[in-house]
């Protein structure tokens, strides 16, 4: 017989806008989370937050991720 223990940690990070005294902005953001099994990713997923409303989590690989990394970098640079 063989004994498994397995440690899970999920890392979460939900970030949204500025709240708005405009009606018609609508609280929205984005979902990111991470498990880890053994210290070991089992996959990262997204969900984007549109007011209430949340849509269904999207899986994404490590070279998917380094894609939406460059993508913001590249974004943020504009923004400065």
Excluded: C, H, W, Y
């Excluded at 949340?54 to 998917?64: E, N, S, Y």
Aim: net charge positive; no cysteine; glycine share 8%.
């Amino acid at each position: 017989m063989q004994r498994v223990v397995s440690n899970i940690q999920n890392l979460g990070f939900t970030i949204t806008n500025a709240p708005s005294n405009d009606k018609k902005v609508r609280a929205g953001g984005i979902i990111l989370d991470q498990t880890l099994v053994n210290g070991q990713s089992e996959g990262v997923s997204v969900r984007l937050i549109n007011g209430t409303k949340k849509t269904a989590a999207v899986k994404l690989d490590k070279q998917a991720l380094s894609d939406l990394l460059v993508a913001v970098q590249e974004v943020l640079a504009v923004e400065e």
